[in-house]
């Protein structure tokens, strides 16, 4: 009886055996797997499953080895940790990196800084070499995190792909400059007008955007296009809009009073035409006018006038057509007054 117990055990012990041996004695597949080896960087902790909510389980020292069981993922590595099975941070140990995946392309690529050349995917080991900046790479399609895989000594290397460009510094053509509008050109006039005061120039026909005046006389070529009160007008090839009811069918003729505000000045070295300047001579400043061009100012609030001859160039201020000397002014006006509206009329 005790032999046919003792027989009947073996045989329940050789199933249970055959049950659990491939738990036990690994595959040689796993075996290859779990030679892999990691090394603790610093004192890093080993928990029970891939992150901090996990247990605790035990503490590799750094510079100490440990087992691996696969790739890492999402950060942690699998090991092996005496009889169970743990997990360390990747960031704290070496030889481990993200499965590398072959989602690139082979081809070249060129180093954009002195670049070290890595045996694997990590900092953790001393480069193998050092590129030089603009050196030449073959890669192999292969990535691994911020990691390229290339070509190395008959083997295959890793480097940084934030220091990889696709083409050689300097190579990229130049940018095309976008071509420059050509402008569209001034409508042909329908015909002119003139001035019969000092105009602004308007870009649109409403808004307060201009671009400058003409003086009372101006010659103005019209395109017959009237909106908002204003007409536009072709003026230096350009299109713009001045009020319409200050053009006038007529040109100026001597004689013909024109209104507009003058100003004065007395603080000059030289005039436009070359004529010494003296603040106290009966003379005038115009735009356009000829130099020698005599006018008869006359102060509408008051009716005195005063004759002058054009010598410089202004008033450069909008809503101004004449800037007297102080002499001048002082005939027709109070210098306390500064600027005032006036008639005058060209005499010769």
């Given at each position: 009886m005790r032999h046919l117990r003792s027989l009947f055990a073996t045989v329940v012990l050789t199933a249970l055996l055959a049950l659990i041996a491939p738990a036990i004695f690994p595959s040689?597949?796993?075996?290859?797997?779990?030679n892999r080896r990691v090394t603790a960087l610093v004192n890093v902790n080993i928990r029970s499953g891939p992150g901090t909510d996990h247990e605790r389980i035990g503490l590799l020292a750094?510079?100490?080895?440990?087992?691996?069981?696969?790739?890492?993922?999402?950060?942690?590595?699998?090991?092996?940790?005496?009889?169970?099975?743990?997990?360390?941070?990747?960031?704290?140990?070496?030889?481990s990196s993200k499965a590398p995946s072959a989602g690139g392309s082979a081809g070249e690529a060129w180093t954009t800084t002195r670049l070290n050349v890595r045996p694997s995917a990590s900092t953790a080991e001393s480069p193998l070499t050092v590129l030089d900046e603009g050196a030449k790479v073959a890669t192999t399609g292969t990535t691994s995190g911020r990691?390229?895989?290339?070509?190395?000594?008959?083997?295959?290397?890793?480097?940084a792909t934030r220091y990889l460009a696709s083409s050689p510094k300097g190579s990229d053509p130049e940018p095309t400059p976008a071509p420059t509008p050509t402008p569209e050109p001034a409508p042909t006039p329908s015909g002119t007008r003139w001035a019969s005061a000092e105009l602004n120039l308007w870009t649109s026909a409403t808004g307060g955007?201009?671009?400058?005046?003409?003086?009372?006389?101006?010659?103005?070529?019209?395109?017959?296009?009237?909106?908002?009160?204003?007409?536009?007008?072709?003026?230096?090839?350009?299109?713009?809009?001045?009020?319409?009811r200050y053009l006038s069918d007529t040109a100026p003729s001597s004689g013909q009073v024109q209104t507009c505000k003058a100003s004065f000045y007395g603080d000059d070295t030289a005039t436009?035409?070359?004529?010494?300047?003296?603040?106290?001579?009966?003379?005038?400043a115009h735009k356009t006018l000829p130099f020698g061009t005599r006018l008869k100012v006359t102060n509408p609030s008051n009716g005195k006038s005063v004759v002058v001859t054009v010598n410089d160039r202004g008033p450069y201020v909008a809503g101004r057509c004449l800037d007297l000397t102080t002499g001048a002014f002082?005939?027709?006006?109070s210098t306390s007054q500064g600027v005032i509206e006036v008639d005058f009329v060209v005499l010769s």
């Open positions: 040689g597949a796993a075996n290859a797997a779990s750094g510079g100490t080895s440990i087992q691996a069981r696969g790739e890492a993922k999402d950060g942690w590595v699998p090991v092996t940790y005496g009889d169970r099975e743990g997990w360390v941070s990747q960031a704290y140990v070496s030889g990691w390229t895989q290339i070509s190395w000594d008959e083997s295959t290397a890793w480097v955007q201009h671009s400058g005046t003409v003086p009372a006389g101006t010659e103005l070529g019209i395109t017959g296009n009237v909106a908002s009160g204003r007409a536009e007008v072709v003026w230096k090839g350009s299109v713009r809009w001045v009020t319409a436009a035409s070359g004529d010494p300047f003296d603040q106290w001579a009966m003379k005038v002082a005939q027709i006006a």
